[in-house]
Each structure stands twice: as structure tokens, then as C-alpha cells.
T-cell receptor
Framework: AQSVTQLDSQVPVFEEAPVELRCNYS??????LFWYVQYPNQGLQLLLK??????LVKGINGFEAEFNKSQTSFHLRKPSVHISDTAEYFC????????????????FGQGTILTVHP | DAGITQSPRHKVTETGTPVTLRCHQT?????MYWYRQDPGHGLRLIHY???????DKGEVSDGYSVSRSKTEDFLLTLESATSSQTSVYFC??????????FGPGTRLTVL
């Protein structure tokens, strides 16, 4: 079984400041890692994903995340946020199917609400 | 965006009534999923499908059933709705196990 913990339920930040949204996971098998964004009253949109290879992953809208296997973390960062980045962000994990079939089932964290103030 | 529509988008129903939510996709994706979203819980998997007539339970399947008779449609049924099933329901699809595309959601209120 896997689990995901997003360490901050809310993160307020001023426009043009950097931001980091923290995500830790636990799993006994190799994993795929994801960050999704949800704007008010909308579905989820994929920001970025880590499947294998380089541990620094770049996504849409200037976001990036770093996979740290030893610390079982996948923190999301942006060097300079905009008002339009105000949204809820979800970290998610699925097992990579190594040694079996995962079917891509996602386990989500509780979500982090990012609020960007002018 | 994988051409996913969900219907209805909003529904209010009474305790004890059956409810069916529909997810329709136009991209011929093999995998389909139903999640529910509740504050403080993120999204939790209810059921999933890996092919026509191939379905299995997720983390929170009690009180729910699903059917997939065609590639494009995945139905979620609440056999007898309860207030604890008030939630926002999201359908997702994927061509492989490493990416999922989400629909716009259905807001269900059980009175």
C-alpha cells in the first residue's frame, strides 16, 4: 500500500515570490509521482510527472519538482508565482507496475491550497 | 484534455434512492477511473476499469458499483444513496498507466 502526505494544507505567498509545496510518500515498491493542479470548480490538470531518469522534472506554467528517493519526497517549486497560480495542488503516487500490474491507480495527498496575494 | 464528459454535472437526491453517474470519453482510452473528492481527503479511488467488462474495487468502494459495457462509457451507481456519499465525483481516463486525464466532475448532494 502507498500513502502520500502533503505537509502544508495552506500556503500563502506574495506575487513574484518563490514557493515550495512539500510532498512525502511511502511505498514498498518503485513509484511514479505526479503533481496535479485544480482551479476552482474545475477538474484536475497534470502539472508534471516523474517516471524514471532525471530526478528534476519540469512541468507546465514554470513549475518543477525534484524526486528524492532517500527522503521519499517530491517537492514542487516555482521561482516566481503569479496571481493566476492560486489553486489547490495535489501530489499523487502510483506504483510503477514492477513485478505486477498496477493499472495506474493513483493515491492522492490531502491537497495544498496555494494563495498568491498581490 | 481527453474529451471526457460527465453527466449530470450537479445532482441533488434523497437518502435511499439509487443514483447513476455517467462518464463518457471520446479518445478510446483503455483505463477509466472513478474518484471522489472530499475536503481534507484529497481524491480517493472508488472503482477502476482496465477494459470493457473488466473492473475492480478501489480504496472506498463500499456502497458503489460500476459497469463498463463499451469502451467509451463508465457508469458509477450508488445503489442506495446515503448522506456520506455527498461529494464531488471525478472520472479519469488513461491510455497507459502513467498518465490520467480528469473530467470536469459531478457534484452530488444526498439529503
Amino acid at each position: 500500500a502507498q500513502s502520500v502526505t502533503q505537509l502544508d494544507s495552506q500556503v500563502p505567498v506574495f506575487e513574484e515570490a518563490p514557493v515550495e509545496l512539500r510532498c512525502n510518500y511511502s511505498s514498498s515498491v518503485s513509484v511514479y509521482l505526479f503533481w496535479y493542479v485544480q482551479y476552482p470548480n474545475q477538474g484536475l490538470q497534470l502539472l508534471l510527472k516523474y517516471l524514471s531518469g532525471s530526478t528534476l522534472v519540469k512541468g507546465i506554467n514554470g513549475f518543477e519538482a525534484e524526486f528524492n528517493k532517500s527522503q521519499t519526497s517530491f517537492h514542487l517549486r516555482k521561482p516566481s508565482v503569479h496571481i493566476s497560480d492560486t489553486a489547490e495542488y495535489f501530489c499523487a503516487v502510483s506504483d510503477s507496475g514492477a513485478g505486477g500490474t498496477s493499472y495506474g491507480k493513483l493515491t492522492f495527498g490531502q491537497g495544498t491550497i496555494l494563495t498568491v496575494h498581490p | 484534455d481527453a474529451g471526457i464528459t460527465q453527466s449530470p454535472r450537479h445532482k441533488v437526491t434523497e437518502t435511499g434512492t439509487p443514483v447513476t453517474l455517467r462518464c463518457h470519453q471520446t479518445e478510446n482510452h483503455r483505463y477509466m477511473y472513478w474518484y471522489r473528492q472530499d475536503p481534507g481527503h484529497g481524491l480517493r479511488l472508488i472503482h477502476y476499469s482496465y477494459g470493457v467488462k473488466d473492473t475492480d474495487k478501489g480504496e472506498v468502494s463500499d456502497g458503489y458499483s460500476v459497469s463498463r459495457s463499451k469502451t467509451e462509457d463508465f457508469l458509477l451507481t450508488l445503489e442506495s444513496a446515503t448522506s456520506s456519499q455527498t461529494s464531488v465525483y471525478f472520472c479519469a481516463t488513461g491510455t497507459s498507466t502513467d498518465t490520467q486525464y480528469f473530467g470536469p466532475g459531478t457534484r452530488l448532494t444526498v439529503l
